[in-house]
Each structure stands twice: as C-alpha cells, then as structure tokens.
C-alpha cells in the first residue's frame, strides 16, 4: 500500500472483540478475558510535531525497522473515536471521549494543504492545526454528551447524586467558556480547552462507571444473607410442621418420607448448582425436563419392584418426551417460524413435521385449525364434568359451570372471527369468578362438607377462574398446553397415591415433580428468560391500543400464568385427591398441616434455586453476559419468588 498514491489517506483499523486466557476461557470477568487488541495502521507518515503526541515510552522500533506505538484505550472511547475519523454524528447514547492518538493518525487533523502558505513555513503549524481540530471535536463530543446527561437524568428513575451533577455540569461551563473565549484568537496549549473538555468526559465516564457498573458489595453481602437465613428459617418450619403433622397423625416409620425429602432437594440442589454456569441457564427448560423425566424413570423402576408398571407412570414419562419436544420448540429464538408466537386465526402448528407422503391433503390444512377447537371441546366437557361432580352447593356449581362454558364458547369464537369483544369477555367472566370466590369464601358459603371436599371444590373453582384466561393468552397452543398440564398432573397425583406414598400423606418428590412441570411448561409455550423472550402480543388479545396498566397485567398472566398461578392455585390436589377410603374421617387439622408442607416445601424449592441464582449474578457480575444473560434470570427469579410468596400468601387466606 506504501507505493499505491492514491491511498496515501487510507486508514487501516482492525479491532477484536475480547481476547481470552491460555487455557481457552473467554466470557469471564478477568483482564484477559475483557480487554481486546486494536490495529490502527496508514501509509502516511506522521509529522515530528505530530508525533509528540504519543508519550515516548509507548514507541519504539518494530521488526521492520519502522516506528510502532503501542498505547490503551477504554473501549467505552471506541465508538466516538471511529466517528470522529469518519466525520459522522457521534452516536447519542456514546459517552466516551474521542482519543487523541487514535485521532492524530487521521491526515485530516493536522494536513496544512488548504491552508495558507505562511503556515507552511512554521514548523509547529501540524502540531497548531490538529490542536484546534481536535479542540472542535472535544466540543462537540462533551455538548453530545452533556445533552445525554440531560436527557438521563430527566427520565431516569434513579438518576445521578444532584452532587455530582452539579459538578459535572460546572466543568462542561468551564469548558464551554475558555472554547469561547479562544475562538476570538488562536487556540493555544496553555488556554487549556483541551484539557478541560478531556476532564468532563473522563470525570462523567468515571460517575456512570461508578454508578452503572460497579456493584455495592455490602448491599449483596446483605441481600443474599437475607436469602440464606430466609431459607434456614423456611427449613426450620417445615420440620416443625412435619413434626406436628406426624403427631397428629400418629405416624411411627418416618424412613420413607425422610428418604423422599432427601432425594427431593438432591434434585433442587442439582437443578440450582446448575445454575452457576451459564451453559445450563441457557439450557433450563431441558435441565428441568431431563429432572423430571429421573423421577418418572425412578417411579417406573419402583412399580417394577412389584412387579407391574403402573399406567400413569407410563402416561408420565411419554408426557415429559411430548413437552421436551415442545421445549425444543418454545425455546427456539426464530420467532417468525415459530407457530406459538401467532395469534391470528390461522395455522399456529408448522407442518414441516409432517411427512412428505401427507402434503397436499386436505386434512394436513384442516389439522391445525380442528385440533385446537377438539382440545377445546374436550378441555370444556373435563371441565363441566368435574364441576357437576365435585362443587355440592348448587347456586355455586351453576355459577362456576355457566361462566367456564361461556369462557370457552367466547375463545371459539375469538378464534374463528378474530372478534375482539370476546378475549374482554373471557377476562370479565375470568376477574368476576375470582372476586365472588373470595366472597363467597368469607361469606361461608362455601364452607359446606368435610374438610377434604370443600378444599377439592375450592382450588376446583379458583383454577376455573384462572384456566380460560391463560388458555387465551397462550393463543392455539393453550388447550393443548393445558390438557398436558391437567394429564400431568393426574399422573403425579396418582404416583403419589398408589407408588411408594402410600404410608404418608404429603409426598416431597410430588412437590418437586409439580415444580419441574411448571418450569418445563413456561418453556414449553415459547418462553425464555430473556426480556426478547416476553410475548409481547399477547398483551394485545382484545386490544388495539396501548394501556400501560392493562397490557402490562395481560403479559404478566401470559408470562407467569402456566408457570405460577395455576400451578400453586392446584397444589391442593395434592393433598385432596388421594384414595377417598383413607381421605374419609381425616382430621381438620391433619389436612391442614399436610397443605401448609406443601406450600412450606413449594416455596422452599423456588427459594433456594433463586438464592443460587443470586449467588450466580453475584460470582459472575464482571462477566461479558452479565447484562445479557445473567441479569435478565435473576430479574425473572426474582419476580418469579415474589409471585410465588403472594400466591402462597393468596391461597393461605383462601384455603385456610
């Protein structure tokens, strides 16, 4: 390139994106593993003026013979130095500084060629002219981002210390002044303008570092200390309730559950150890299935000890290969060729699974709009059939029957017109069940029968209230999704009753079995822990227009709804679906006890996984995909154990 002339002025600029250790390690937080290499190279030489630029101690002689600088940068400076030598805006939400060597390297800062002869005659005049030039840069640069500190600290929520911003803005004066006042004569070295826009930006580079990315580690001492005690404070319950449930219970052989409660939080210490890599977060959905296909693998194995494989243990483990296909499926960030993010009426499955020997017939196109409608249909009649059976209160019964029915006729028709009135009829009958189950609940209405029965027709009603709401946010994927859940949990529930539970009345694997579904079913319907991985539209089922409050609680059920609210709004069955010959005659306050473990147990099982998922965040906050990966986890964790306190909160005042 040194003979070529006409590329006299071209610049070569090579920079990677982050370097890595010797052993091969490259996401972490070390130096090696952060810091990068630039090249910056052009045929040109630079004038000795220029060349004082850079400190003496960073140049010497290279192989070649010729001179090579070797200095740092902060990467945070990258942006706006390319735009400077590219002489294009300097992007808005930039706050670095245009850096002085990277810019003398560009001809155009110092080249005399369109300036008059007297300054060719001066030595210095390289040196003078990228001064001035690169004083106009800085300018530029410290009013772009002075204008973003405006704008931050306008909308920000948080916002700088008014100190600080005090500070920074009286430097930026300063600076602005002496620019000012140098531009009635020459701009020379000792007017300091330079200097002083440089120590804006580095002093405001500093502030949003300290603020931004450097971490209070006092306040995450203090906040996962808060975490471990919660948890020994949550074991120490449990085991008072287990005591006082065994009392009254009269129970001798405590083994078989001891052994159960063990191998329940080995599986919630595998499943939270993993999240300490990020290979594995990434990877949830499939931990978890993988999890929960063990303990269905390990019931099969305990029915073979008797010599006969129970049904539903079989049913269980083809269920957990069915919704790992659908993880596969949800987890899959193509959005456009995932039939789960469409809500329109029509097809949400892909046929390309389908052989090539079915294409072109006909019922391949009806396949997909039928076979939600048949779920639907067989979703409604399930529904209708348990109500009859299980609610005795007839004004109740009839209540609850009619307004599901009605649920279910408005998603049909939502779905086969696109009718915007039905979704808000669905959410009205849904919002209108819940508010008359507490009323009638503390009414005492609902206080009629044995203990068992009136909790049976309690969480019956209560997931009635939830069911149409959140099948009609999931979109075509809902009735099959709820159909796995109610199979699921069926089996579950009869694993406990007819496996190894048969001597204790609250099964700790059960619980664990039922946490690990709602996990693999958050995946299942196209979810993922990442603030892209929200399903935005289904905030707008119903609505054409923005509402800040309305939307925002749409996609809060669409997210946390198969995950969360039905999950512990059912934990009940549990506890009142076991065989009715042993369920008869149970005391009141046995039943209670064996509930409050369950909950005691389900919101255990969530605590600690978020504590290791604090603790991730903790260990890896210098990582490159802290903001990224880690961070949105830990803000779905933490939302996630919150809403699971307040359901458990919720259901012990609706319950109990």
């Known amino acids: 390139m040194n003979s070529q002339k006409h590329l006299e002025n071209t610049m070569l600029i090579v920079m990677g994106d982050h370097a890595q250790t010797l052993n091969g390690d490259h996401g972490g937080g070390t130096s090696e593993e952060v810091e990068t290499c630039l090249f910056a190279w052009m045929p040109r030489s630079l004038p000795s003026s220029i060349s004082s630029i850079f400190h003496p101690s960073t140049c010497g002689l290279g192989l070649n013979g010729k001179n090579i600088c070797t200095s740092t940068m902060q990467q945070l400076d990258f942006a706006v130095s390319i735009s400077a030598l590219l002489g294009i805006p300097f992007p808005f939400g930039s706050i670095g500084r245009v850096n002085p060597e990277l810019y003398a390297l560009s001809p155009g800062s110092w080249d005399r060629q369109w300036l008059p002869a007297s300054f060719y005659e001066d030595p210095s005049s390289d040196l003078k002219m990228w001064k001035n030039n690169y004083a106009h840069v800085l300018c530029i640069n410290s009013w772009q981002v002075k204008r973003y500190i405006d704008s931050y600290s306008a909308t920000s929520v948080m916002g700088f210390p008014s100190d600080d911003l005090h500070y920074i803005t009286k430097l930026y004066n300063e600076a602005q002044s002496r620019w000012s006042d140098s531009k009635n004569r020459s701009c020379k070295p000792e007017n300091g303008t330079i200097d002083e826009f440089s120590d804006f930006l580095l002093s405001f580079a500093t502030l949003a ?220 009958i849904g919002l209108s069940l819940f508010v008359l189950n507490f009323v009638l609940r503390y009414l005492g209405i609902l206080e009629k029968g044995e203990t068992v029965q009136r909790l049976r027709s309690l969480a019956l009603v209560m997931v009635s209230a939830w069911s149409p709401t959140i099948l009609i946010l999931l979109g075509k994927q809902g009735p099959f999704v709820v159909l796995v859940c109610i199979i699921a949990g069926w089996s579950i529930i009869s694993s406990k009753n007819k496996g190894l ?40 089922i119903g609505f054409d227009e923005f509402k800040v409050v309305r939307q925002a609680i749409l996609l809060f059920v669409d997210t946390f709804g198969i995950s969360h609210i039905l999950p512990i709004f059912s934990l009940p069955f549990l506890v009142t679906i076991p065989n009715s010959s042993s369920s008869k005659g149970r005391d009141k306050t046995v039943i209670f006890l064996n509930l409050t473990q369950v909950y005691l147990l389900y919101g255990l099982i969530t605590a600690i996984t978020t504590t290791f998922t604090v603790l991730c965040v903790a260990i890896q906050r210098r990582h490159l995909m802290v903001w990224g990966l880690f961070a949105p986890k830990y803000v779905f964790d933490a939302i996630g154990l919150l809403l699971t306190d307040v359901l458990i909160c919720v259901s012990a005042l609706y319950y109990c």
């Open 501 to 540: 539970l048969d001597d204790c009345k609250m099964g700790p694997i059960s619980v664990m079995q039922w946490s690990l579904l709602a996990i693999c079913l958050f995946y299942q319907t196209g979810h993922w822990c990442t603030f892209d991985g929200l399903r935005y539209g289904a905030a707008f």
């Open 209 to 428: 570092r300290s603020a931004w990315t450097e971490f209070d580690m006092k306040l995450m001492g203090v906040g996962l200390g808060i975490f471990i005690i919660s948890i020994i404070f949550h074991l120490f319950v449990f085991e008072r309730v287990q005591s006082l449930s065994n009392v009254y219970d009269n129970k001798t052989q405590k083994s078989s559950n001891h052994l159960q409660i063990y191998v329940a939080f080995l599986l919630v210490a595998v499943r939270a150890v993993s999240f300490l890599s990020n290979s594995y977060i990434l990877a949830e959905g499939r931990v978890a299935n993988f999890l929960l296909a063990t303990t269905a693998i390990g019931s099969i194995r305990s029915s073979l000890v008797y010599g006969k494989i129970k049904k539903h243990d079989l049913v269980f483990l083809i269920l957990i290969i069915l919704i790992r296909f659908g993880i596969e499926k949800g987890m899959s960030k193509q959005a456009a060729t995932n039939p789960f993010l469409n809500y329109d009426s029509g097809s949400d499955f892909d046929l390309k699974w389908l052989p090539s020997l079915f294409e072109g017939h006909d019922f391949v196109t009806l396949l997909p709009e039928i076979s939600p409608m048949i779920i639907l249909f067989l979703l409604s009649f399930l529904s209708c059939k348990y109500i009859t059976s299980t609610v005795h209160s007839r004004c109740i019964k009839w209540v609850v029957t009619v307004g599901t029915m009605l649920s279910y006729l408005f998603i049909a028709t939502f779905w086969l017109s696109e009718r915007s009135f039905a979704p808000k009829m669905v959410y009205v």
